[in-house]
């Protein structure tokens, strides 16, 4: 959502100074607005007494990058100015750096009742711009950022995940300075006297990128009971391309998926999972010059919030979804007729869409009703119990797509002074949920009589998996983690002879297959079941299966090429969680032209000598590995020297082991590229050193064994270059999870193959600019010279070049009458990589773009002044 209702009346009961808030930090503090959605959100202007100590960052160690705050809300909608580092963040961008936008804005809502108040306190109310919950003034009240990665500067060794940010807020700030004012009850905020402490995860792991774990701990502080809590999570995703956000967020679909299909080695059918999903209604295909086709601006993917974690298994769940409208007749949400047990509720500013103010907010969340989807709006849900939509028309309209949130709420919770409540969340995303470009509008038609036609053709299959994989983190399948005596749920898989039986986990197989059986666990042990006999209630985990960490990188750059170095100690030395043995197995050397996971490519790779061992099971009567992957030297001392695995290499080739009289064959672990004597490839920069002389280090104190480096040649000069060393391990057979490898985006830097900076000042090289002369014709945004992303517009996005820099100096451009048009500082006192290099916008000083001309250009710094001549062609 982009706006929000210009309420007048509550102007003048605030009679407060009122400050308008754009719908992105980047933005002007007056920018306009939608008029058919209505005017800028309003929030009254703080006071000198209140001053906490509001603070974001963003998650962006995964595929998912996502804004979190100390405030109660997470996505860029209540961050008045969303830049990091001199770049707009965006409020979850998936996948990271694709500028693809899956959310304005989500909030904490809770709500309970207090003597004789119905309260809700909230992050962010979605309509009037109202905020309650605020972190303390100062260091007290800051986002602490954490990460088990000893190669992060935040690294601690307490941390949950490669990305941890923990923060405190409350809802007992009550200056209406700050919190404003009831414009629903005319009153000022007051507060339930809650503290909640919010702990947000986020993994690079393969199958761990794509979510955010937010565990929530709420405290009572007050002095009396908390009763009737009910806590909600609102969501306003707005899902679009950042090139067409101006109407990318009016065509949103949102609905509840409660079952995704699990695995058939699971003996279960489907995987209950819960999750409040929205996603762009038809994924925004380009169809322009032909037919549909999907393009780098269409948001494909969809993204959800689940449950993961609550104190209470019997809590009521309720998803209600509505669109905010200025215009009452499109203000609309699915609501339930009026029945004599159940009396219709109506809000404020009118009775099926918007809830605002505490007692409607409160209503929607304590009271039991689960929407139907969206885009079933358009079909008849009297029978239901629903009230029709004000017309067929804009039912129609709104089975389409509109602008949609959602609200997710769940409850009842009674909490003592003092008292805590748990609760963990998972926001996800899963790709191709939009599989067809032409699916919408081959089956628009059919939204308003058969809108399953159109459903059954989006695909949950990856946010459902992903679903799973955030259960699993929170708490571990097969893992008795408070050492009970039970490791979760699960069933009985029984292997007899061809066939596979299956049986629940309370019917224990007859003891006449039970040797053929095994347990496969779907759940940890923090979740119940009937036949549950551990003697505690389990415990969450917040851990997986992780790959070695990434080595840090140093590049060297030279003039097309770049020496890459890192030391590998840390890498080869990391032990598995689960198995707790080290098994680390290679290293990849990446690079690519673009920011985005999928823009990297694998150039070579090493990895230890080993192979996997594959035996025959004969009571089960199939080939599985038993064991870790065995290196060749120790082949050979079970074996003999002369031993070679290779000759054995299936089941059909299989020979019979001396010491166990089983079956076996083998199978390389990965490609067996363990040479690190050709300077063409991965190489050891210190042939001689040791492994057994720990005394033997760099000047950061890691050992020279470890140290290796790479050389990639024939790189353009003029262009730059993401690099990356990736580490991957072997897999872990406990969890039975393939080979895990980091993720690139994790340690890669960016530079350009030209001489250093270090090499610029020791040679005096001279200052290069490219392209010169700059042509507009000249096609360098399609040749991917610049506006690779297409975030801005062609003349917002000019790349002029300067080269062979040294660490500091000035730059100044000026018109050939000597007016002084540009002037840029170049600041890299510590060098390391781009410090060599600079861009000019071409835009002038004045924040004008520059016409065609004849300039000149001149660099100052010790080294002495260059001038030159630089020629731009419009």
């Not at 979605?126 to 986002?143: R, S, V």
């Not at 680390?584 to 990297?600: I, K, M, N, Q, T």
Request: net charge negative; with cysteine; glycine share 8%.
């Amino acid at each position: 959502m982009r706006i929000t209702r210009l309420f007048f009346t509550a102007l003048m009961i605030l009679g407060f100074s009122l400050c308008f808030l754009s719908d992105t930090g980047a933005r002007s503090l007056y920018d306009s607005v939608d008029p058919e959605k209505g005017g800028p959100m309003l929030k009254p202007t703080s006071t000198a007494i209140d001053n906490p100590n509001t603070q974001f960052d963003v998650h962006n160690i995964g595929k998912i990058s996502m804004i979190i705050n100390n405030y109660g809300t997470f996505g860029f909608g209540y961050v008045t100015n969303n830049v990091i580092d001199g770049e707009v963040v965006l409020g979850c961008e998936y996948p990271a750096n694709s500028n693809l936008e899956y959310l304005y804005a989500g909030a904490l809502w809770i709500g309970a009742v207090v003597g004789r108040d119905t309260l809700v306190s909230v992050g962010g109310d979605g309509w009037y711009g109202t905020q309650e919950l605020f972190p303390d003034a100062g260091d007290n009240g800051a986002i602490i950022a954490r990460s088990n990665l000893k190669s992060k500067s935040y690294w601690h060794p307490d941390a949950i995940s490669e990305q941890d940010f923990l923060c405190t807020f409350t809802d007992t700030f009550v200056s209406p300075g700050l919190t404003g004012q009831d414009p629903i009850e005319n009153r000022n905020h007051i507060p339930l006297n809650i503290s909640v402490q919010q702990n947000s995860y986020a993994w690079s792991y393969d199958y761990a990128e794509d979510f955010v774990l937010l565990d929530y701990k709420i405290t009572n502080i007050g002095a009396f009971p908390i009763r009737d809590l009910y806590m909600g999570v609102y969501v306003d995703a707005d899902v679009y391309h950042t090139s067409i956000e101006n109407t990318g967020y009016q065509d949103d679909i949102c609905g509840f998926r409660r079952t995704v299909p699990m695995p058939e080695e699971f003996c279960m059918e489907d995987d209950t999972v819960n999750i409040a999903w929205i996603a762009d209604n038809d994924g925004d295909p380009n169809s322009t010059g032909g037919p549909p086709g999907w393009a780098f601006t269409s948001p494909r993917a969809v993204t959800g919030t689940r449950v993961v974690r609550s104190p209470n298994d019997s809590l009521v769940s309720n998803f209600n979804w509505w669109i905010s409208h200025q215009d009452a007749s499109r203000d609309f949400g699915p609501r339930k007729a009026s029945t004599p047990e159940d009396p219709f509720y109506e809000f404020p500013l009118g009775p099926l869409g918007t809830p605002t103010g505490d007692k409607s907010k409160y209503y929607v969340m304590s009271h039991p009703e689960f929407d139907y989807d969206q885009l079933f709006t358009a079909v008849p849900h009297t029978d239901e119990g629903y009230l029709p939509p004000p017309s067929q028309s804009l039912a129609l309209d709104f089975a389409n797509g509109y602008d949609t949130r959602y609200l997710l709420s769940f409850g009842p919770f009674d909490v003592q002074p003092g008292d805590t409540l748990p609760i963990t969340l998972a926001y996800m995303a899963g790709d191709d949920f939009h599989i067809g470009p032409s699916d919408f509008e081959d089956n628009e038609d059919y939204i308003s009589t058969e809108p399953n036609i159109y459903y059954d053709l989006l695909n949950f299959d990856d946010f459902g998996l992903n679903a799973r994989w955030a259960s699993w983190i929170f708490d571990n399948p097969g893992v008795d983690t408070d050492n009970d005596g039970d490791s979760g749920r699960f069933n009985w898989s029984c292997q007899v002879g061809s066939d596979v039986l299956c049986f629940p986990e309370c019917e224990t197989p007859d003891d006449s297959i039970l040797q053929y059986c095994e347990k496969i666990y779907y759940r940890g042990d923090y979740s119940t079941s009937d036949c549950y006999q551990g003697t505690g209630e389990g415990a969450p985990d917040f851990v997986g299966a992780s790959p070695p960490p990434p080595p840090d990188l140093t590049v060297i750059p030279g003039y097309g090429e770049v020496t890459i170095r890192w030391n590998g100690q840390r890498s080869e030395n990391a032990y598995d969680v689960f198995s707790r043995q080290k098994d680390f197995e290679g290293y990849r050397v990446y690079y690519a032209e673009g920011d985005r996971l999928s823009d990297y490519v694998a150039l070579t790779s090493y990895d230890v000598n080993d192979y996997k061992v594959l035996q025959f099971n004969d009571i089960l009567l199939f080939w599985e590995q038993t064991s870790v992957p065995l290196t060749l030297d120790s082949l050979h001392s079970l074996y003999g020297p002369d031993f070679d695995p290779e000759a054995y290499d299936s089941e059909f080739g299989a020979f019979t082991d001396p010491l166990t009289g089983r079956r076996i064959y083998f199978l390389p672990q990965d490609w067996n590229e363990s040479d690190l004597s050709n300077p063409n490839l991965i190489h050891r920069v210190y042939p001689e050193a040791s492994r057994d002389d720990s005394s033997d280090t760099t000047d950061e104190g890691l050992m020279r064994y470890y140290e290796y480096e790479y050389v990639i040649e024939n790189l353009q000069p003029s262009k730059p270059y993401n690099f990356s060393v990736t580490a991957f391990d072997y897999g872990s057979l406990k969890v039975d999870l393939g080979a895990l490898e980091s993720s690139p985006l994790v340690n890669a830097v960016k530079e350009y193959p030209l001489p250093s900076a270090d090499k610029v000042e020791e040679e005096g090289l001279g200052v290069i600019v490219f392209p010169n002369p700059y042509r507009i014709d000249g096609g360098y945004a399609e040749a991917g010279y610049e506006n690779r992303e297409r975030k801005y517009s062609a003349e917002r996005s000019r790349e002029i070049h300067f080269a062979n820099l040294p660490r500091i100096c000035r730059i100044r451009i000026y018109s050939i009458n000597g007016d002084l048009i540009r002037e840029i500082d170049h600041y890299r006192p510590e060098g390391g990589p781009e410090s060599q290099h600079e861009v000019w916008d071409v835009i002038s000083r004045n924040t004008q773009a520059v016409v065609t001309g004849i300039y000149m250009w001149h660099v100052e710094s010790e080294m002495g002044e260059q001038l030159g001549k630089l020629v731009i062609m419009k």
